[in-house]
């Protein structure tokens, strides 16, 4: 679509006016939501009203979407910044709701978003949010840690000691624990391949993943020792210093997890924040917690790496 045309005719059908917290009154733009998008949007209505956090407003966000889960959930998420002003300079990519049981992760995503689309602007940032990465474990009546096909997305990377590794540590160590059940093949979930057509795409200068409930900001990348992880160490010491404190461990890698396949494998900096718990009640005391870490995070330019 044209530049002339968005403005022309979307832009005034689209814009509202609205109060900021502060009392000036600024143009947020709301959205045409996509169908393929909108039925979901219903289904996370329903959900954020059990958990008592208000409505998603998905008119909100610009939404994009390419997949579909194996039982038709489109796998979505949304931008802040442009791709090609950003570049490959600072762009930070967010996912929250890879195990839907863990309740908490989605509405910080949604607390970043309402904070990103309304108070920062994007010059020299990108930002890149897929909030409710497997869509299937979260908006059914009880929650689960798997996908719709009993999967645990997060063991299904196609990381180098997956075939040799995942199915053998599931049997020995996880007895075979269906909440960890790695798939049938590496990369054989739909969610598998969104988180890792949104790292080919947008090629992330860092990756915070949210889960819940192991109390700890755990990192994954550059060895922080050498000087390639310098940067990554600096910003992993900033974000627990601005969550007053906030543990950092050093938590073991998985065959098949994000933090083997993107953080060791494919050398981005990679950030996984374990909120303290899953009680959707909870939200707002994680998102006073952690605001200013994540937005922190988001700022902080990454140097280069090099492998
Ligand atoms: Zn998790």
């Known amino acids: 679509m044209s530049k002339r045309l968005l403005t022309h005719f979307f832009l005034p059908f689209f814009l509202a006016l609205v109060s900021s917290a502060h009392g000036s009154t600024a143009a947020l733009a709301v959205y045409p939501v996509p169908s ?5 949007c219903q289904e996370l209505e329903k959900k954020f009203a059990d958990y008592n956090w208000g409505k998603p407003r998905c008119e909100h966000f610009q939404w994009l979407t390419v997949r579909k889960s194996a039982k038709g959930t489109p796998l979505v998420w949304t931008t802040f910044g442009e791709e090609k002003s950003a570049g490959a300079a600072n ?6 709701g890879v195990h839907g049981d863990e309740i908490t992760p989605v509405k910080f995503c949604w607390d970043l978003m309402n904070e990103l689309r309304a108070n920062h602007e994007f010059k020299d940032k990108m930002v890149v949010v897929a ?5 299937d474990s979260f908006i059914i ?5 798997t996908n719709g096909a009993g999967v645990d997305v997060n063991r299904n990377f196609p990381t180098l000691d997956w075939k040799g590794e995942a199915h053998k540590k599931w049997v020995k160590d996880y007895r075979k624990d269906k909440r960890k059940f790695p798939g049938p093949t590496p990369a054989s979930e739909q969610e598998t391949i969104f988180q890792m057509n949104l790292i080919k795409r947008y090629k992330p200068n860092k990756v915070i993943s949210v889960h819940a409930p192991l109390t700890l900001l755990d990192y994954d990348g550059p060895s922080l020792k050498a ?19 906030y543990k950092v461990s050093n938590y073991p890698i998985f065959p098949g997890s994000l933090g083997n396949w993107a953080g060791k494998e494919n050398h981005i900096p990679t950030y996984t924040l374990e909120l303290p718990n899953s009680d959707p009640k909870e939200t707002q005391r994680f998102w006073d917690l952690f605001k200013d870490s994540v ?13």
Do not use: N, Y
Not at 141 to 145: E, G, L, Q
Not at 227 to 245: D, W
Not at 296 to 304: D, S, V
């Open 91 to 96: 762009t930070t990519l967010v996912l929250c």
């Open 131 to 135: 909030p409710v990465v497997t869509p």
């Open 227 to 245: 000087e390639a992880g310098k940067s990554a160490k600096e910003l992993l010491e900033q974000m627990s210093q601005k969550s007053s404190g």
């Open 295 to 307: 937005i922190f995070a988001i700022t902080h330019k990454m140097k280069p790496t090099v492998h």
């Open 36 to 40: 393929a998008v909108a039925g979901f």
């Open 141 to 145: 009546p009880k929650p689960t840690r």
